[in-house]
Every structure is written in structure tokens, then in C-alpha cells.
């Protein structure tokens, strides 16, 4: 398979020379257009990267940047108003490449759940509500004409004890007898049922209190150790990609902004909204330290600024960022920006040392 | 400083089809004027309860509320009305409590020409004077805009501006910045802060957030509550630096961080259930034996522990805090050796 160097994202090397042996997602320039009564805009701009082997990326940005639409386009379940427009996602397994926009809905159908498996933002309501967990299991199992209900139950156990639940006492429950951290561990071992190579979370701790979080985090970790999956963690929770991911991509006015090694991403990001996005949080608890807003508001997508989206909110910008599209540049090994001023965002931003724990 | 607002032994309990849900159980809380109260708890912990008992909306159904020293409840007319515009509350959806059919010049308007505080052209020129000092600059760009023409960072700005209509001596903030995205975040935070300090409003403050707390609390205390009751108290500082109660220690290391090293160092809290308990029955004892590392048979899941002062600037609702900090252990035993205990 062949790709542009400038493709951001695009391996662990910058893009450059590396096999795409151990990618098993390839996307390459994917578009993805909404019709809406105020007219058609596109909410996912050339999106490029590779998902490796294994590996955690997470898609970070704010509402409205693309990062959920670029998600469901992944599995080819765009709303009614989307359209993918243009692009390729190759999938991988067993060294044999698989084009997913060329696939049967047949073939379709059956690559999402067996090959790359989708977690959707507020899952925990999705569970079939007059179903037993037990059952939601079967019905999952049969529907991919698996045999075998004995071996079905035995894997449920397994996976609901991965995730840390009582396998006995919820296969036997409603998903109403259960909390919604309960059901989310639910739906995630529903979606390894049938051994995915990829899973796709939504925003899969939004909304729920902090221990149930925790948990979740944990429960995800352990998981991918044991199973070895890779994950697209989309969030707009920068901690949770501090948490989880090998690797994370900037998603900002449909486009990837930055992708980065998560060290590079937290220490020494090189786009000025990833920057800023880091210094409107707190750092962290125990070291309260001033926070800034990113002045502005994302531009509408229907009417974009030219040039670098973000320029009328960027510090940085200069005269050129607002006439001509922005190319994509490597910083470093496996990291790629989309701005031209990056090295002078580097020199102002000296990496911080690293963090000793608070006690 | 005088006591502006005090919640003593406020229980409230409400009837559902299911039960009695106990949402308050025996809380009290006092504020200085001037002063900041955070209160962090996750869903259930009474939180919101609390903030709406304390801005009126709701009658405890046990304990009073004071506002001046004055019982709020069993107050003449003339000081209650005097108390409900002093206390006013910013929701946590502005999509929810702004009404989408008026503009924001006559949702401000309102509540000044209601309770005769201005007329005419002096009530416009005071709407410009609010939506400045809430940042909504130039007014005349939102004074005739509807909700749904503003983003939702700007209808919280619209709530807040409501809520200093009436000169508020103290604003319930509830859950206000939790809605919008991190980059409209820190300047709404940062606008609260600069009213907070200009206005000299005091402050009750909730949030699930306790990095949101500690930004917001700096010079102030923060509560932390569990199922309907306050089971720490400190300075804010104090609390995140030192903090004594097991349930305060697992949500700190609970809580993920926006640092990928630090983050995944974090020590552990070994919880040992991770679900919550249902409100219709509470566990006997303290409600946190059931999942507490610390948990001691025949003492906590028996006895209601109590709110107790562990020192000058703590108050702590645990057993075997309150009992080694009597043995003076606490002087010692915090930071890494409680860590592992509770990490076990």
C-alpha cells in the first residue's frame, strides 16, 4: 500500500517508509458530508491515519469537531443526513486486506461486530430492555450464526468477569436491575463476544461519577492487555486519553490537527490548539494553577475560515494561515501537525519535566 | 465575619412508588459572607438537594435553614422575600432554564422591573451593565437575541447575568460550567472567579468535578458528600493535599488526570465493591462500610459515624480516622503509608 509522507498520522516513522504490516485500520483521506436544511457541510476533512496492531488512539476534541462522525464512519453507520464522500479504509487481518467500503452489507454487517466492534456514546441505554443479559448474549452469538450455546455462555462468564461483574448474577438480570457503570462493562464485553480486532469507544466514561470511571479505565486496561485489541478511544476528556491511549489524535473543525506519540501529545504538543486545549484544564488535582480559555468559539462548518481553521482563535497566527490550506508536517517519530508555525509553538512551550506522582 | 447562610441538621427524604429515597441525612453547613463553600459528591450524594434547600426551592424535611441568623421557614413575609432575592442559583442546563421564547433583554428584565429596581430606559441601561459583567461584550450584540441563537457557553453567561439581577449576596452554583466544552470552561470559570471577587458574592458551589473545585475553592473550604452526608470537611487545599476520609482518598485516586505520567501512576484505592448503594436502603452504620477498605466489622457497619473536628481546619465522619488521629497516628501516617493501606 502506498502513502504520502505527509500524510499525518500515518505510522509510528512519520509516515515514511514504514510497512503497513502492522497497521489493521488504514484510513486515508475520508470525507464525510451532512445535508441539513441550513445547507451541506463537511464534518470529517481528509482524515489520514493508521490504527496499529494493538495499539490505543484516542480522538480528542471538542463538540462539533468531527471526532464522533469520523467514528461511525469507521463502521460505515452514518445517520441518514451523513454521506462518506470520499476516502478509503483498509482493514487488516491475517495479512489479507480487506477494502470496508467495498464490502457486502452482508460481509458489512459481519465485519462490525466481528472484526471492529463499536461502543456508542450513552450505550448503556442501547441494552434491549426486555431481554435478560444472558439473552442479549445469545441473540448476539446467533445473529452472527455462530453454533454452540454452551461455548457462548462460557465466554459471556469470562468476559463479565473481565470487566469485574457477578457473571451469575448478571446474566440473569434486566438491564434496568443495573447501574449504568454496570451496563457499560456489560455492553463492552458484549462487544468482545466475538473476539474484535478493533474497539471503537464512545466517549465510554462521559456521564458517569468518578469511581464508576475508574473503574471503567480499569476495566479497559486490563482487557486490552489480556485480549490484545486495539482501541479508538473518541472523548473529549483529555484524561482519558492520559489514561489510555499509545496515541492521540487532534481533531479540530473536522480535521486531525495533530497526531502524536500521548507523551508528545501532554509534554510538548505542536499544534497551538492541542496547547490550549491542555491549558484550559486543570493540571491536575493537588496543583491548582491557573487555567485559560481559548478566546473565540469553534467556526461554523457550513462557512469555515480559510486557510487554518483555527486561526481567528490561534496566538500564533500569522498573515499565511488565513490564505492557503494548511500541510502537513512531521515533527518527530509518529508525529505529525497540521500548522505552520509549530516549531516556533515548540521553542515557546519547553517540554515539562516529568511528573513525580502526588502523594 | 458574620455567618451569612447555616443548614442545621437538614434531612430530607422524599416518597416514591419504591420507597422512601433519604437524600439528606443529618447535614449541616455554615457559610461566612464573602466566603466560598465547594461541594464535591458524585450522583447521590445530596449535592444537589443541598444547594436547592439552601436557595429556598425546597423545605428540608427536618432542620432549619438560616439566612442572617433569621430561621428562614418560620420567617414574617417582608425577610423572606428580603432572603429569597438575596439567594440566587445558576442551573447546570442553560439549554433547560433559560425561556426559549424570550429574548434575553426581557428575561433580565424581568426580575428588575418585578421587584421595581429600575424602569424604562434605565432598566436597558442596567441589562448592558449585567451582560458586561458577565462578559457578554458588546451587550448590544445579545441584549435581542433569543437562546437558541447564543452558544451554550453563552447561555450560561445569560443565567449568570440572571441571577445578579437582583444584587445576590449569595449565588448557588450548580454544576454551572459542567455542561460546556473545556475551552468555554476555564473562561466561564474565570468570569465567576472575577464577580466573586468584585461583588464579594458569596458562594455555594457544586460539582462532581474536584479539580473543578480546587480551581474554583482555592480560598475556601470544600465539603465532600456521600449518600447525604458531608463526610469531610477542610480548607480546599488541605483537603486535596491531606485528605483523611477513605471515600476523599479513593475519588482523588480515582480521578483521572490530564498527564499521561502522572496519571498512570497513581496510588490505588482498593474499593471493595464498586457499586453505590441505593438510597431506598442505606447500609447500616457509616454507608461507606460496604465498599471501604478500611471497613472494621461490629464498629462501622453498626455505628453512624459522626462529623468530628480532627484538628483545627478538618472535620472528618470516619471510625478509625477519628480513633488513630486520638492515638496521634494522623501526624504520621499520611501521604504513603495510608496509600498502602488503603491500596492493600
Not at chain 1, 259 to 264: D, L, S, T
Not at chain 1, 285 to 307: E, F, K, T
Not at chain 2, 141 to 168: E, W
Request: with cysteine; glycine share 6%.
Amino acid at each position: 500500500m502506498e502513502r504520502s509522507v505527509t500524510h499525518l498520522g500515518s505510522g509510528p516513522s512519520g509516515g515514511t517508509g514504514r510497512s503497513s504490516g502492522a497497521a489493521v485500520l488504514s484510513v486515508q483521506d475520508l470525507w464525510v458530508d451532512y445535508w441539513t436544511p441550513r445547507g451541506a457541510f463537511a464534518a470529517v476533512r481528509g482524515a489520514t491515519f493508521d490504527l496499529h496492531r494493538g495499539e490505543s488512539l484516542a480522538l480528542i476534541g471538542e463538540s462539533g469537531s468531527g471526532k464522533t462522525t469520523l467514528g461511525l464512519a469507521l463502521v460505515l453507520l452514518l445517520p441518514s443526513a451523513g454521506r462518506l464522500a470520499r476516502g478509503r479504509i483498509a482493514y487488516q487481518r491475517d495479512n489479507q486486506q480487506v477494502d470496508v467500503l467495498a464490502l457486502s452489507s452482508e460481509r458489512l454487517r459481519r465485519f462490525r461486530w466481528e472484526e471492529c466492534a463499536m461502543v456508542f456514546q450513552g450505550a448503556q441505554n442501547v441494552l434491549n430492555p426486555v431481554l435478560t443479559v444472558r439473552d442479549q448474549f445469545v441473540d448476539t452469538y446467533r445473529a452472527h450464526q455462530r453454533e454452540g450455546s454452551r461455548a457462548i455462555e462460557a465466554r459471556a462468564r469470562d468476559l463479565l468477569r473481565m470487566v469485574q461483574l457477578d457473571a451469575e448474577r448478571v446474566l440473569r438480570a434486566y438491564p434496568h436491575e443495573l447501574s449504568g457503570g454496570m451496563r457499560q462493562r456489560v455492553l463492552i464485553a458484549l462487544s468482545l463476544l466475538l473476539s474484535p480486532q478493533i474497539l471503537i469507544l464512545d466517549e465510554p466514561t462521559t456521564a458517569l461519577d468518578i469511581l464508576t470511571q475508574r473503574a471503567i479505565i480499569d476495566v479497559l486496561r486490563r482487557l486490552k492487555d489480556q485480549l490484545g485489541f486495539a482501541t479508538i478511544i473518541i472523548s473529549h476528556d483529555l484524561s482519558l486519553a492520559a489514561e489510555l491511549a499509545d496515541r492521540v489524535a487532534t481533531m479540530y473543525a473536522g480535521r486531525l490537527v495533530e497526531v502524536a506519540p500521548v507523551r508528545k501529545t501532554f509534554y510538548s504538543p505542536a499544534h497551538p490548539y492541542t496547547a490550549a486545549l491542555l491549558d484550559a484544564v486543570p493540571k491536575a488535582v493537588g496543583r491548582a494553577a491557573a487555567i485559560s480559555a481559548i478566546p473565540g468559539s469553534p467556526p461554523d462548518l457550513r462557512n469555515p475560515p480559510p486557510g487554518c481553521p483555527f486561526h481567528p482563535r490561534c496566538a500564533y497566527a500569522v498573515e499565511r494561515c488565513k490564505q492557503a490550506e494548511v500541510p502537513v508536517e512531521p515533527v518527530g517519530a509518529g508525529h505529525d501537525v497540521a500548522c505552520i508555525r509549530w516549531r516556533d509553538l515548540l521553542r515557546d512551550r519547553r517540554p515539562r519535566p516529568t511528573a513525580a506522582p502526588v502523594s | 465575619m458574620a455567618l451569612l447562610i447555616e443548614v442545621e441538621h437538614a434531612v430530607q427524604t422524599f416518597r416514591t412508588p419504591r420507597g422512601v429515597v433519604h437524600a439528606l441525612n443529618d447535614v449541616s453547613i455554615a457559610i461566612e459572607a464573602g466566603q466560598v463553600l465547594c461541594l464535591v459528591g458524585e450522583s447521590g450524594s445530596g449535592k444537589t438537594t443541598l444547594g436547592k434547600l439552601v436557595a429556598g426551592l425546597r423545605r428540608p424535611t427536618s432542620g432549619r435553614l438560616l439566612f442572617e441568623g433569621q430561621d428562614v421557614w418560620k420567617a414574617d413575609k417582608r425577610t423572606f422575600d428580603a432572603y429569597r432575592r438575596a439567594v440566587q442559583i445558576v442551573h447546570q442546563d442553560p439549554y433547560a432554564s433559560l425561556n426559549p421564547v424570550q429574548k434575553v433583554r426581557d428575561m433580565l428584565a424581568a426580575p428588575l422591573e418585578r421587584h421595581r429596581l429600575t424602569r424604562g430606559a434605565e432598566t436597558t441601561r442596567r441589562i448592558r451593565e449585567i451582560l458586561a459583567m458577565v462578559d457578554l461584550t458588546p451587550p448590544d450584540d445579545y441584549i435581542d437575541k433569543f437562546p437558541h441563537q447564543l452558544s451554550g457557553g453563552q447561555r450560561q453567561r445569560v443565567s449568570i447575568a440572571r441571577a445578579l439581577t437582583l444584587g445576590p449576596r449569595l449565588v448557588v452554583a450548580d454544576e454551572a460550567v459542567s455542561m460546556v466544552d473545556t475551552s468555554i470552561r476555564a473562561s466561564l470559570l474565570n468570569t465567576l472567579l472575577r464577580l466573586r471577587a468584585e461583588l464579594r458574592v458569596t458562594f455555594l458551589f457544586i460539582t462532581h468535578d474536584l479539580g473543578i473545585a480546587e480551581y474554583f475553592g482555592q480560598s475556601g473550604d470544600t465539603a465532600v458528600m456521600y449518600l447525604g452526608r458531608i463526610v469531610e470537611r477542610a480548607p480546599t487545599g488541605d483537603l486535596v493535599a491531606n485528605s483523611q476520609h477513605p471515600y476523599t482518598r479513593a475519588l482523588l485516586a480515582a480521578i483521572p488526570e490530564p498527564d499521561p505520567d502522572l496519571t498512570r501512576a497513581k496510588p490505588k484505592v482498593a474499593l471493595r465493591s464498586l457499586e453505590i448503594p441505593s438510597l431506598l436502603r442505606l447500609p447500616s452504620g457509616c454507608t461507606f462500610h460496604p465498599r471501604c477498605p478500611l471497613f472494621e466489622p461490629g464498629l462501622c457497619d453498626v455505628v453512624s459515624p459522626e462529623l468530628v473536628w480532627l484538628n483545627a481546619r478538618r472535620e472528618v465522619a470516619c471510625h478509625v480516622v477519628a480513633r488513630e488521629a486520638g492515638n496521634g497516628k494522623v501526624a504520621v501516617a499520611q501521604g504513603a503509608e495510608l496509600d498502602e493501606r488503603l491500596a492493600r
